[in-house]
């Protein structure tokens, strides 16, 4: 089949390991596995053969841990640009980044219920992750790299010749080429170093619970699309709406062009999710602003709080009736009453405090006219 360019053997059961024959596959570009609990080492010989292999689905194969060599090159896909992982029970994102290593090059991941807890990445000792591959582009920044961990990753700055703050790990630095590396070549810097090319990232229905994941996804230098739905961090507890939830994310994704699959984020929308993002945290305890409410203030400076305006209407209200020489004051309330005439509801009266209603009588308004009516017949 030299020119089968779709294969979708989903749902077929390939949970014994295959034997990856060689042979002739250039036009096959879409490749899908969903639940067929394909071994990784069936996975690892098809990317070898695939080289031209643009996406990958590997969805519902109830993978733990991803057991891919990417410590070689010639394991490494550099032609895949989208992979879907979804509903694998991965927890970890030491996991996930040896993805990024395997597809150098990979544009679009899919994540979406996958129950991944943080984008920190834990204990390298404990993940088999000490080593990762070395890249052209890592090894041309190696050099400036080692200038730049010569001090605690925590602590380094520097600024650029723009004036620009550059951060390394634990810093937020928005403005990362795709170039730009972290690594030594020894150990994993940052969540983001495995997708330096990544644009789009789906990571609806995961555990992420914390706004510092977000903020770790502010620092993935390409990426420009992001779905992040239905995790704790917006459902349990309900401290936000949909508006506050939406600025918020969009106030410390600085670089995200569209946002759970709305419309691409305008300019006014971005400064008024920044202006929110600041109030939001201007009377928080210094401790419990995150670092963006610091660049966000120096770019639109100091906000004035926003005047509250109750616009509940008022249910009771003071008013004085007049009745020829009596006057008494009464309250009234709002509510279903009809006054005999016109046939009007109260509050369709914009009653207000302080209002006068005067009574006048039909009947001494008639006895007064025949009178006159009278009086000029005679």
């Not at 550099?78 to 992979?83: F, G, P, Q, W």
């Not at 706004?211 to 239905?230: C, H, M, N, T, Y």
């Amino acid at each position: 089949m030299p020119k089968i360019k779709f294969v979708n053997l989903s749902f077929n059961c390939l949970a014994e390991v295959l034997e990856v024959k060689h042979g002739s596959y250039d036009h096959l570009k879409n490749l899908v596995l969903n639940g067929t609990r394909v071994t990784w080492s069936t996975v690892q010989g098809l990317i070898r053969l695939l080289r031209n292999l643009e996406e990958l689905h590997l969805s519902l194969n109830e993978y733990k841990t991803v057991d891919l060599d990417y410590s070689k090159s010639e394991n490494r896909n550099v032609s895949v640009k989208k992979l879907h992982f979804t509903g694998n029970p991965v927890e970890v994102w030491n996991e996930i980044s040896k993805l990024g290593y395997i597809f150098p090059n990979l544009e679009s991941l899919v994540l979406a219920e996958c129950p991944i807890r943080s984008l920190a990445l834990g204990d390298n000792r404990n993940s088999n992750m000490e080593t990762f591959p070395k890249t052209e582009e890592s090894e041309d920044l190696s050099q400036d790299n080692e200038n730049m961990n010569n001090q605690e990753v925590e602590e380094t700055t520097s600024v650029d010749e723009k004036g620009n703050r550059i951060f390394s790990e634990g810093k937020v630095n928005y403005d990362r080429s795709e170039s730009e590396s972290e690594s030594s070549g020894t150990t994993i810097r940052s969540s983001h170093d495995p997708f330096r090319k990544l644009r789009f990232l789906n990571v609806n229905g995961t555990l992420l619970s914390t706004w510092d994941d977000v903020e770790r996804l502010a620092r993935f230098p390409a990426l420009k699309s992001l779905r992040i739905q239905g995790c704790p961090l917006f459902e349990s507890p309900r401290e936000y709406t949909e508006h506050e939830r939406r600025q918020l994310l969009i106030a410390r994704l600085p670089n995200v062009e569209t946002l759970n699959g709305g419309g691409v984020i305008s300019s006014q929308e971005r400064e008024d999710a920044e202006r929110a993002f600041i109030r939001y945290y201007m009377d928080k305890p210094e401790a419990d602003r995150p670092e963006r409410y610091s660049e966000l203030v120096a770019i639109h400076g100091k906000l004035d709080p926003l005047v509250h305006v109750d616009l509940t209407p008022e249910k009771r209200v003071k008013v004085t009736f007049t009745y020829g020489d009596l006057v008494e004051v009464m309250k009234a309330q709002y509510g279903p009453e009809e006054m005999l005439y016109p046939n009007k509801q109260l509050y369709r009266y914009n009653i207000r405090n302080g209002d006068e209603i005067i009574i006048d009588s039909k009947l001494n308004r008639f006895v007064s006219t025949s009178s006159t009516t009278s009086s000029i017949r005679s």
